[in-house]
């Protein structure tokens, strides 16, 4: 193996060694296949990523082409959907094409077949056609149409596309083998009849092809030399394959079918049909809800283009199949925000500071930097007053030595301000603490040089002032599911396996340049973690998803 290619993946691997045997690098192109009846999700990135950097790699072009050979499930809303997440996740397509463009074509080849004596009009119903075909260890049983003279399959056939049959009567099937060890070659079905209205075909079709007679075809048109799919298509080659050398064409590359494993994610479901259920069942708002695994909802959780390809790159392209961890998933969104991510101050579960000896009524601005890995980005302004609001959790009345936040008679520094020492705590009847009073060392403002500003205090809290702070209100997301193989048995439902705190709606109060923030942008609440701004807020209602907290502690909470 030389250097350059140690580093390869095996897809490469393949191509380079395609590329030894003479294939011309110009007639390398691939396609992404999406069928359009739903959203993109997690895995569809490992795929579009794949297909894209390949693309990139050997200067090839990369179509985009939907698969969308079946009415009932499809809709141009999911079309546009997809578009759109590619070109999000930062990918361009060369050409925009449909399986259905292909109808015509694909029905005259079946003609062709069918004079070739390799297609045939099956008459029996869909269950007979299934118990006839056998185990794996026993041969199928012939179809008594399956020797059904050419003349009168053709006619049957073209009768089918003329709609004069209902659903259900007729299928065209291949005439291949019912003893053939590849259950897949057992004479598969090419076509069946639905009076179904296409989104883009309209009425013109009653018949649909299936997948296994569409893709290869629809790679051979145009012309895609590596069609890469995920492994659990493996034993459709042989069937990939035999539909190619029937067609037989008399010009042009026949395309190759590759297979690489499938990306799975811990605590994540990547199925079309398991998340629509998700939201048929109105455990989640919509393909965008921040909780799913979709790319939409990815972005409206705010995670990053950049993001979800560092993690596809270091998830790599498998051979076999595996599980990543979704704490790798979380890993590169907090990269990735951690160099990006403008800094706020927010405080979720507010109590009220207040410093005793701070002017009455005065009001300081201070400064904050916007982001301390970008020396670039600036800085933002900060009122500062004698009541402040401080998260509930950093104070504690008694606390021991390795309690760094405040407690009375100790002292810590609010963040780009001053250190405060706990004095005293006001509660009500049921001695709940309604508020915390403190003192601050006036010569210990932050930055300011003083001997003050450099003590050292072990603990720093964020904080807002209550005057000017904003009322917020915080999605606080969660992993949607509780179980790391949320779908691992069939036997229980995966939705059994919901976490029920996924969701927990907070009201915050939030810096007042919040105020000034687009929506789209994503934030680092310090101390808190990132949040974007949902596109469903208003001025009069800010409101924030929590994209991932700084730290992973998922494994923490549930050891
Ligand atoms: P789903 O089961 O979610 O509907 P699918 O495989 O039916 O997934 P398609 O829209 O048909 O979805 O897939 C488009 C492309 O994306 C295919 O090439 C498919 O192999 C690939 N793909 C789908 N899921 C994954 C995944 N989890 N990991 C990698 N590639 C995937
Ligand atoms: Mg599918």
């Not at 269950?127 to 020797?147: H, L, M, V």
């Not at 089918?160 to 299928?171: F, L």
Request: charged share 25%; glycine share 6%; aromatic share 10%.
């Amino acid at each position: 193996m030389s250097k350059e290619q140690k580093g390869l993946n095996f897809i490469e691997h393949i191509i380079e060694e395609d590329l030894k045997n003479g294939f011309d690098p110009k007639n390398i192109r691939f396609r992404f296949p999406p069928e359009p009846n739903g959203f993109l999700h997690i895995g569809h990135v490992k795929a579009i990523c794949l297909n894209f950097n390949l693309g990139k790699k050997y200067k090839a072009p990369v179509n985009l082409r939907f698969d969308d050979t079946n009415p009932t499930k499809e809709k141009q809303n999911y079309v546009e959907g997809i578009k759109k997440d590619i070109q999000w996740l930062g990918f361009q397509w060369d050409k925009e094409c449909y399986a259905s463009d292909y109808f015509q074509q694909l029905y005259e080849w079946a003609l062709q077949l069918i004079d070739q004596g390799d297609a045939y009009v099956d008459s029996q119903s869909s269950e007979t056609i299934a118990a006839q075909k056998g185990t794996p260890t026993q041969p199928g049983e012939n179809s008594p149409f399956r020797d059904r003279p050419a003349a009168e399959n053709r006619a049957l056939f073209e009768a089918m596309a003329a709609g004069k049959h209902q659903a259900g009567t007729h299928v065209l099937r291949a005439k291949i083998d019912m003893a053939a060890p590849n259950m897949l070659l057992r004479d598969p079905v090419m076509y069946r009849i639905l009076h179904e209205p296409h989104h883009r075909t309209g009425d013109a079709w009653c018949i649909y092809p299936m997948y296994d007679w569409t893709h290869g075809e629809s790679d051979y048109i145009e012309q895609v030399s590596h069609s890469l799919c995920t492994l659990e298509f493996k034993p459709h080659r042989e069937l990939y394959e035999w539909f190619l050398t029937r067609i037989n064409p008399s010009e042009g590359l026949l395309p190759k079918q590759r297979e690489f494993a499938r990306l799975n994610l811990s605590y994540t479901v990547t199925s079309k049909r398991k998340l629509k259920l998700l939201i048929d069942k109105g455990v989640v708002s919509g393909w965008d809800d921040p909780r799913m695994p979709t790319i939409a909802g990815m972005r409206r959780r705010g995670y990053t283009p950049q993001a979800l390809q560092n993690f596809a790159d270091a998830a790599g392209v498998a051979k076999r199949d595996n599980v990543i961890d979704v704490s790798m998933l979380e890993f590169h969104v907090r990269e990735h925000l951690n160099q990006i991510a403008p800094r706020a101050f927010a405080v979720v579960n507010p109590v009220k500071l207040i410093i005793d000896n701070y002017p009455e009524g005065e009001t300081e601005t201070l400064t904050g930097e916007i982001n301390p890995e970008d020396p670039n980005a600036g800085t933002r302004e900060l009122p500062f007053s004698k009541t402040l609001y401080i998260e509930r959790e950093d104070f504690k009345e008694e606390a021991n030595r390795k309690f760094f936040r405040l407690t009375l008679g100790k002292e810590v520094r609010l963040k780009h301000a001053y250190i405060i020492k706990g004095e005293a705590v006001e509660k009500d009847a049921n001695g709940n603490i309604t508020a915390i009073h403190c003192t601050y060392d006036s010569k210990s403002k932050s930055g300011s040089g003083t001997e003050e500003s450099m003590r050292k205090v072990k603990g720093t809290l964020h904080w807002v002032s209550a005057e000017h702070a904003l009322p917020i209100t915080v999605n606080a997301y969660d992993r949607l599911f509780q179980d790391p193989a949320p779908d691992k048995d069939k036997a229980q439902d995966f939705m059994d396996h919901l976490n029920p705190n996924s969701l927990v709606v907070q009201k915050a109060f939030g810096e007042p340049s919040l105020a000034t923030i687009k929506a789209g942008t994503t934030l680092q609440f310090q101390r808190l973690g990132y949040f974007r701004l949902d596109e469903s807020s208003t001025p009069e209602k800010l409101v924030f998803n929590k994209t991932v907290g700084l730290r992973d502690n998922w494994q923490k909470k549930n050891a």
